[in-house]
């Protein structure tokens, strides 16, 4: 490991050099690609390039990097005016346009790669490694090359960053306001298969659309600032580069473009579990927390149901005198009492017999109001009959903040009764009065 | 009174089937205008053909007597909210500052003033303390202010809104309602396309009655009338669909091409 990062060997310089920038470039294209749900379109660019890099090794006989280039972006291109017109001018939908140019044109880069490897060519080798890669075997002059198009790729993104952003979001309104929505949609669709036809010599056709694409898409998990998005899928691509690199540097016989998509992915996967809000983890912890709030709120409920009808607000009650009360599952019953003596809203006076503290009974009482505030408001405010409140109350009672409760209070004016005559219970006692 | 929109035969066809048939309207500057119709009627189209979106199979618009590319920086277009996809990483301030986008300034940033002038149409559609949320985070009403916002950094003359009241809260619409009166009485002129004719003549001045065709424009008093709602609402013209339809599945031009008028 202390070989690879030293980069004292000049050849693993090269070649970490060459997939960090063609990892990073991707990744920043790709953001808007991503962004303008053009994912497919990259993957069928990504492919249509076979058949262009053939047709020019075949009509130059050679395989410096700039040629290439040159015939990656012709096919490119062209399949893009393909796709764009199939979709338009036919009856075709666009993702039948897609799927035909893809296997149409990468059909025909396969039969050209074919033909090229029948026929004898003494600097063929090599050439297959459009499909899945070449990235061990980068040279200095392809390097060299690279390195220029990534320079010119970052510095247009940056350049025309906010009109970018725009036509990505509300290209009507780009055009409304008199922007060259087209000829910045030419230059992102230029752009773009520019980052491909560079990208294709790390991880090869096959595989280029997870460079385009996961980056951004992990990066999406993160945050909801472009800015922040383009940087983040960049240092993606930048990690996946420099670990895709060690691994094929560490394991000779392990190549690199295939690696640098599966540390991609695992970059996309831990992501989807671990991003604060949008992902999997945060949404279990929130549902578990509603969760253990609705079971704890529950028992206390059924706690102030007894104490009022026994008018024994804070008296002992048992297990089993709280299942009358509400058919409670064992489990759920058992963890949330437990949970509600830690909090120190329950005393255990012994096994299987508890009562409400004062902490314990306010928030009991807190919860009913709650309750009996909203059965007022449905039958009040929107016309329900009293019988038809009580199970919509039973989930909303958990959901209701401080200052829905305020509003409510001030829409309701402080009322005394709830719809079945209940007393609605305050903090502070409703006065004798109140009867 | 100064004509701000004037159209001229403007027929529209989507796949060779016409939605607009031969619309000649003028609207004077100053008003509030209500583009009405049912589903389908072109309301949209006609928005769209007035902003230069699509692109007309005959006869032209003239906006403040000039062609669009000629006073483009005068005209402020609103498009529907569901246009786009509000899920989009970007913050309210960085819509409202789009309004300040200028086609002989695509590159580097925005100045100061932009800045300001955006954070200035936040606050008149009390959309400021919102302003570094991701608009996701919005509801649709709110959406929709961030929209017009949009529009008033672009200080224009004439403003162009595609159902600003489509899907808004109680408060949304008081809030885009007042401020469209405050545009009126600086003397701008709005042309809304709107959906609900039970508040459409409290809310406009002057009316575009559409079907298709057009059915008549003119003072809310003169449009907002039984007879003409009728004949934009009530009985379909099944002869006229029937034409639309033969001129789509046999795939007739709508106009003759020596029959193509232009503007001098």
Known sequence: MSDFFTFSDPNVRLVTAGTILLGMSAAIVGTFTFLRKRALVGDAIAHAILPGV?????????????????????????????????????????DTAIGAVLSVFFGAGILLLTSIQHSGSANQAGLDQFLF??????????????????????????????????????????????????????????????????????????????????????????????????????????????????????????????????????????????????????????????????????????????????????????????????????????????????????????????????????????????????????????????????????????????????????????????????????????????? | MKTAIETHNLTVAYNRRPVLWDIDFQIPEGQLIGVLGPNGSGKTTLLKSIMGLVQPSSGYVRLFGQSLDEVRSRISYVPQRESVDWNFPISVREVALMGRYRKD???????????????????????????????????????????????????????????????????SEEAILTLLKDMKQAGKTVLIVHHDLHTAHQFFDWMVLLNTRLIKCGPTASVFTAEYLKQAYGGQLTILSQVSDLVKARDFPIRERSFKDQPK
């Open chain 1, 54 to 94: 053939c047709l020019s090794f075949m009509i130059t006989g050679e395989k410096h990097p700039a040629y290439l280039l040159v015939g990656a972006v012709i096919a490119g291109w062209l399949s893009l005016l393909v796709m764009d017109y199939l979709s338009s001018r036919t009856k075709l939908s666009t």
């Open chain 2, 105 to 171: 300034k695509l590159l580097g940033r925005l100045s100061r003033e932009d800045h300001r002038l955006a954070d200035e149409a936040l606050e008149k559609v009390g959309m400021l303390p919102y302003a570094d949320r991701q608009i996701a985070q919005l509801s649709g009403g709110q959406q929709q202010r961030v929209f017009v916002a949009r529009a008033l950094t672009q200080q224009a003359d004439l403003y162009l809104m595609d159902e600003p009241f489509a899907g808004v809260d109680a408060a």
């Open chain 1, 133 to 435: 890669g070449k990235a061990a075997a980068m040279t200095r002059q392809d390097i060299g090359v690279f390195s220029g198009v990534a320079a010119v790729l970052l510095g247009l993104v940056l350049a025309f960053f906010r009109s970018f952003k725009l036509i990505s979001f509300d290209p009507a309104f780009a055009k409304s306001i008199g922007l060259p929505v087209r000829r910045l949609e030419f230059l992102l669709s230029t752009i773009t298969v520019l980052a491909v036809a560079t990208g294709i010599q790390a991880v090869g056709v096959v595989l280029m659309a997870a460079l385009l694409i996961t980056p951004a898409a992990a990066a999406r998990f993160w945050t909801d600032r472009i800015q922040m998005m383009v940087v983040l899928a960049a240092a993606f691509g930048l990690l996946s580069g420099l670990f895709g690199s060690w691994i094929s540097y560490t394991a000779p016989s392990m190549p690199t473009g295939p690696w640098i998509v599966v540390l991609l992915s695992l970059i996309a996967v831990v992501s989807v579990v671990v991003a604060p809000q949008r992902g999997i983890w945060a949404r279990l912890r929130l549902q578990r927390g509603n969760a253990r709030k609705i079971r704890q709120e529950n028992i206390l409920k059924a706690f102030y149901g007894i104490g009022e009808a026994a008018d024994a607000p804070v008296a002992t009650v048992s297990v089993d005198g709280l299942r009358q009360q509400r058919p409670f599952e064992d489990r759920a019953l058992q963890l949330g009492l437990r949970e509600l003596v830690k909090k120190g809203l329950l005393h255990k006076h012994k096994p299987g017999d508890y009562a409400l503290t004062t902490k314990g009974l306010q928030e009991s009482r807190r919860v009913v109001r709650l309750h009996r505030l909203w059965e007022l408001y449905l039958t009040e405010r929107m016309n329900y009959a009293a019988d038809h409140v009580h199970n919509t109350a039973e989930a909303i009672e958990h959901v209701i903040t401080p200052e829905v409760e305020a509003a409510l209070l001030r829409e309701l004016g402080h009322p005394i009764l709830d719809p079945h005559d209940a007393v609605i219970p305050y903090q502070t006692p409703p006065k004798p009065s109140a009867s």
